[in-house]
């Protein structure tokens, strides 16, 4: 059941001092590489929350994508070591929770490496297509069709302890 | 003389601690029955399911339902008590996030059907029966309710009130949310009904949790005699209360060990397992990127350390890529 | 019409002809209250109107099993205790002593006599749980009673208020001693394997030695309330004693190394139905033993003794059914450790006629028995010197592969057995739980009783309670029993006539 206009959708968080300057460096050296990649811009990559990730895999997203200045680089000194170490283990739990390695990657890319964004780039989106979809939200909809009524969207995006949005009341 | 408030408990996919937690209110029960008409509790007394059906929608204030949703008769009890009552309560870990209970969302539902039928150690079962839904014997029909592939959350069914958290819930917190409720002085809708200060602040080891974490190496409870008087961060044992809400006042920090997570997250936080992998990890003294694995590797668990009861209500919910195929009766 | 198209009318005839003689009176027991779980009773009545055959099934699933794959092991007492919110100190009692095993290491005594000491306290407070408020009532306030007096509140009303309170001032004292080594008493946390994780500290003995003091007058009192209201009753002794409750089975516990009942530990005594001892292993081998048959109407499966092999739900020479739980404790010790249980257990088998007694109702004066047995232990070890020691812990340090432990859980024998890698980390799991010992006997309890109890089509409100009374005397525990997915079936009572049309709906209370 496979959409064949599939393209790998890859969210990506750069941070301000290196990659984003690198990809930066790629966009003026009109390098050309997938589009697939979504840009967002955080100072440190050490300001990656795990649940940014994970958002954006339970959005949608086939893949995530991290960089960061090289070990002993970072701007703000520690930053980019906590990214690598919660990353880790991050990788880990995801593994358990049958998502693939290549889907969550991290990368140092320096402000100079304009050329390594365009390679890391055009890697990623290949692996990721070759893995196929990831789709949760699909997937999601897919589970819910056993129970007799699908769940309220105001159910699904209510979280603990958020306040529930002021939808109607449910029958 | 006006009627008393209508109170109900009611239990789904739950172990029963739940129920259990509001017989602990011991002497007070006198007090709360005085003040209120329990229409329902199972676990205790008698009631009439169609008695409840019968009753005019909303006119129970408050019910308080425990347990995950698993079945179909589960869900059709939700919503019944959804359009009974004024306020539905999430009562516990299990219907506010699904609980130990949903660690099984890891697992397909065929996988745990043929462990326990067929695999198990002491089965002994060749022609490999299965309960079904229905089943004939001797020429009779029998039914069983069919259960689902995924362990749900209360909220993921029908629309919740308020959540009382906890694994139990302790009988403080119940107290105050029941008298909150008789006193009309409730929070917002959708709140949960508990302080909102992570468990460190209400922990009596708090003077000894290090300004500056810095892990070597976390230890696993039995390959360590624990300080009952220093933090658990500060002796590298994994204690989930930096990333759970206070609410208990550390009880089991009070029995010597960790905290698990089971008061879930503070109303600050979404994913109470992405933030607490975040805060241990990031702050383990690893310099280099090769000495990181040995650290972690302390830590063998990672969904059962940092999901323990919230797997159900985290952001993946569920392993990807597991089957959710309905249930076909056997003609 | 040609030969074919006759063949599939005749088979399509005869099919349907099967199914509407197929048709009988069913009576549905839907839910059965007072006890933990859920589960349901269907009972089929032939054309005179008496009982043809009854099953009870039992709705719930859970995996615990399955999804412990994965885990530390030392997490498992802590994951297992959700099980069961009534009895957790069971399951995690269990597992930590699967846990001892596991990776082969003796608690110091001090460890272990906490152990027993929690231990007991939990027995005693469970029991009084299902005593007062759980299956009790049923003798207490009566069988025939309407059903908004057969509960707590009843109780109450029957013994009065003192003595209410009395019952649930003893149980929150009890439990705070749990809580106190456990952290919480839902749920607790002691259980390491090769010790426990918290100490009892000196200035905090003397309430303690309080409570024990205070428990066992508790306990002789509620031996005394059971004799002036059951047994002084002729009714009741007549129902006890009646076959409609009574089943000869082979009968399972724990004993210590003088064939002594002991809760914490020992090995684990088959007797057969005539007394004679049948087996008796060590936890290690439960396999050779234990056996678990699967039937399509029930999600618990039922145990039998596996040499045996499995032949139905029957009794006599050739059963292979078992019972499990405070009679079936009795039945299989050879007499009580402590003075005062000792006594009440004599009293108990000279006034029913000597072992093994049979009759199912009578768990609940053994459960009594028990009561004292747990409380004067309470007493032994709160007194003892050791028990404020703060040697509690060996640190393990065998390479772990896999553990079994065993405990009397209040409903019957609990088994835990772990296996795992060499990191600890679970690979298997198998967990035999009390209330599954007995499935197969509470099956034909309720089917017996069912048949003894309802004639001609009579079926009253009394009569389907006094059936449920057949399987709450084993004060099952069916969340434990099915130890997978959590679920709940509401019970209610319909009985249809041959052409499936409604006569009667009792609702049973929940």
Redo the contacts between chains.
Sequence with gaps: MSDPNWQPRIVAFFCNWCTYTAADLAGVSRLKYAPNVRVIRLMCS?RV???FI??A??KGADGVLIGGCH?GDCHYVEGN??T???F???Q??LR????EDQRVRLEWISASEGERVKTVINDMVEQVRALGP?N?PQ??K??D?????P??P???G???????EP?A??? | MPDKPKIGFYWCASCGGCEEAVVDFAEDILGVVEAVDIVFWPVAMDFKKKQVEALPDKSIVATLLNGAIRTSEQEEMARMLRRKSQYLIAYGACAQLGGIPSLANQFPREQLLRYVYEEAPTVVNEAKTRPQTSSRNNGHTMTLPEFRNVVRTLDQVVEVDFYIPGCPPTPKITKAAIVALLEGKLPPKGSVLAPDVALCEQCPRKASKPADLSFTQFKRPHQVVIDPNLCMLAQGVVCIGPATRGGCEAACPAGNMPCTGCFGPTSRVQDQGAKILSSLCANIAAKEEKEIPGILAGIPDPVGAFYRYGLGKSMLRRKAGLPSETVKETP | MNPEATKVWNQASSGAVAAAQAERRRVTIDPITRLEGHGKIDIFLDDQGDVECAYLQVPELRGFEVFSIGRPAEEMPQITSRICGVCPTAHHMAATKALDDLYQVEPPPAARKIRELVYNTFMLEDHALHVYILGGPDFIVGPQAPPEQRNVVGVVQKVGVEVGKKVISMRRRLRELIAYFGGKVIHPVLGLPGGVSKGLKPEDLPPFKALAKDGLDFALFTLQVFKDIVLKNPDYVKLITSDAYTHRTYYMGLVDERNRSNFYDGLVRVVDATGKEYAKFPARQYRDFVAEHVEPWSYVKFCYLKPLGWHGFEEGPQSSVYAVAPLARLNVTDGMATPQAQKAYEEFFNTLGGKPVHHTLANHWARVVEMIYAAERIVELINDPEITSTNLRVIPSAKPSVGIGVVEAPRGTLYHHFETDAEGLITKANLIVATQNNAARIAMSVEKAAKGLIKKGNVSEGLLNMVEMAFRAYDPCFGCATHALPGHLPLSVSIYNRQRKLLRQLLQPA
């Design positions: 050490g929350d795990p649940q994970l958002d895999l339970a070990l070591y906590k690598v170490r919660r880790q283990m991050l880990r739990l358990d929770m049958g998502i990831l949760l997937q999601r897919d589970w069709r056993e129970m007799a009524h769940a309220e105001a159910g699904e209510q979280l603990a302890g958020q306040r529930a939808e009341a449910h029958a």
